[in-house]
T-cell receptor, first 109, second 115 residues
């Protein structure tokens, strides 16, 4: 399965702290994407990193990709209460995304 | 606002009933997808349509059918609902070419309960 697997399953931090979550996958990919899901809502695309990229930034988000280790990480800096959500990685091969179970992040004020 | 619209938002069915979940996108995307999400799990792909006129099975297609009515619309049909199909269903679209190719836009979901 090409499904991404996130680690940890849950993360609890305080506002202002950084949150890091990891993703592993099994086969070659075209790109890897990260999504956020607020409770009861649809998924929102955060960032896409292509297989020939190693690092990408978007606002307070930093994503790394190591294709030799088949792994990626998502760093959220200076977290806010509004960052409370589930975060999913999704490896993309042949145009189809397969999602893992996600990392549930809780940011307390 | 541009995006993916799903209807209905909530639905309760009795076992054996049928229904169609509707999805429409106004971004002129070629590809559309249906996923289901069960508690504590990620999204699992049911069916997808790479372009108008084509549909293919995903990871969990049993019990479902789809229709790509035109470029905008992609519907999901449950012919005989079962309690195991109780889930939240998400439609998504993507554009496989161009600068932004690869990222998906999701609808807000349909919460389906089969009793």
């Amino acid at each position: 399965s090409q499904q991404g697997e996130e680690d940890p399953q849950a993360l609890s931090i305080q506002e202002g702290e950084n949150a890091t979550m990891n993703c592993s996958y099994k086969t070659s990919i075209n790109n890897l994407q990260w999504y956020r899901q607020n409770s009861g809502r649809g998924l929102v695309h955060l960032i896409l990193i292509r297989s020939n990229e190693r690092e990408k930034h978007s606002g307070r988000l930093r994503v790394t990709l190591d294709t030799s280790k088949k792994s990626s990480s998502l760093l959220i800096t200076a977290s806010r209460a509004a960052d409370t959500a589930s975060y999913f990685c999704a490896p993309d091969s042949w145009g189809k995304l397969q999602f893992g179970a996600g990392t549930q992040v809780v940011v307390t004020p | 606002n541009a995006g993916v619209t799903q209807t209905p938002k909530f639905q309760v069915l009795k076992t054996g009933q049928s229904m169609t979940l509707q999805c429409a996108q106004d971004m002129n995307h070629n590809s559309m997808y249906w996923y289901r999400q069960d508690p504590g799990m990620g999204l699992r792909l049911i069916y997808y349509s790479a372009s108008e006129g084509t549909t293919d099975k995903g990871e969990v297609p049993n019990g479902y059918n789809v229709s790509r009515l035109n470029k905008r619309e992609f519907s999901l049909r449950l012919e005989s609902a079962a309690p195991s199909q109780t889930s939240v269903y998400f439609c998504a679209s993507s554009e496989p070419r161009g600068i932004d190719y690869g990222s998906y836009t999701f609808g807000s979901g349909t919460r389906l309960t089969v009793v």
